[in-house]
T-cell receptor, first 112, second 112 residues
Framework: DQQVKQNSPSLSVQEGRISILNCDYT??????FLWYKKYPAEGPTFLIS?????DKNEDGRFTVFLNKSAKHLSLHIVPSQPGDSAVYFC???????????FGTGTSLTVIP | KAGVTQTPRYLIKTRGQQVTLSCSPISGHRSVSWYQQTPGQGLQFLFE???????NKGNFPGRFSGRQFSNSRSEMNVSTLELGDSALYLC???????????FGQGTRLTVV
């Protein structure tokens, strides 16, 4: 039962343009959401997070938007750079402890 | 501050054997979680330990077990290895609930 879904396995964007990665979740108990970036054979690197009490969080070129009514979050990268090429995972948690539910990832390619 | 350290980085085992993986969390982090990553499946939660107690458990068979020591270091054990256990095993540590998880580089386990 995939509670966090990333329906786009891949995305290609031109350098300098905006990259938008999407994520949907089903569990209304989730109250904390994160985005991770991952290179092959390495552990995920934390990018940005958002709590359910907010609808937007910004950190430099990265902005995460949360739409609780639609159970949807998105990551915007502006401007996109070739070094952003990686697999991006969204994750969610809720309740006691640190059990994170991850999506299956979106492979982003930024074309120079 | 040192990051999350996992050892070994690579392992090759034969079906039926057992294996133990080790994880040292970031200093001061008391929560340690384990994830399995296989192609197409994203990251699947195995279990979380906090102060030497298992706090959450994912949907994995009993062949997968873990423990945490008083210094917060954690080990994960897989007994009676199967070919399908071949995966990247990731360890993450947190400073508290609803905080970002920091991941180690992972242990690549290959079962032949």
């Amino acid at each position: 039962d995939q509670q966090v879904k990333q329906n786009s396995p891949s995305l290609s964007v031109q350098e300098g343009r905006i990259s938008i990665l999407n994520c949907d979740y089903t569990n209304s108990m989730f109250d904390y959401f994160l985005w991770y970036k991952k290179y092959p054979a390495e552990g995920p690197t934390f990018l940005i997070s958002i709590s359910s009490i907010k609808d937007k969080n910004e950190d430099g070129r990265f902005t995460v938007f949360l739409n609780k009514s639609a159970k949807h979050l998105s990551l915007h990268i502006v401007p996109s750079q070739p070094g952003d090429s990686a697999v991006y995972f969204c994750a969610a948690s809720g309740g006691r402890g640190n059990q994170f539910y991850f999506g299956t990832g979106t492979s982003l390619t930024v074309i120079p | 501050k040192a990051g999350v350290t996992q050892t070994p980085r690579y392992l090759i085992k034969t079906r039926g054997q057992q294996v133990t993986l080790s994880c040292s969390p970031i200093s001061g982090h008391r929560s340690v979680s384990w994830y399995q990553q296989t192609p197409g499946q994203g990251l699947q939660f195995l279990f979380e330990y906090f102060s030497e107690t298992q706090r959450n458990k994912g949907n994995f068979p009993g062949r997968f077990s873990g423990r945490q020591f008083s210094n917060s270091r954690s080990e994960m054990n897989v007994s009676t290895l199967e070919l399908g256990d071949s995966a990247l095993y990731l360890c993450a540590s947190n400073s508290g609930s609803n905080t970002e998880a920091f991941f180690g580089q992972g242990t690549r386990l290959t079962v032949v």
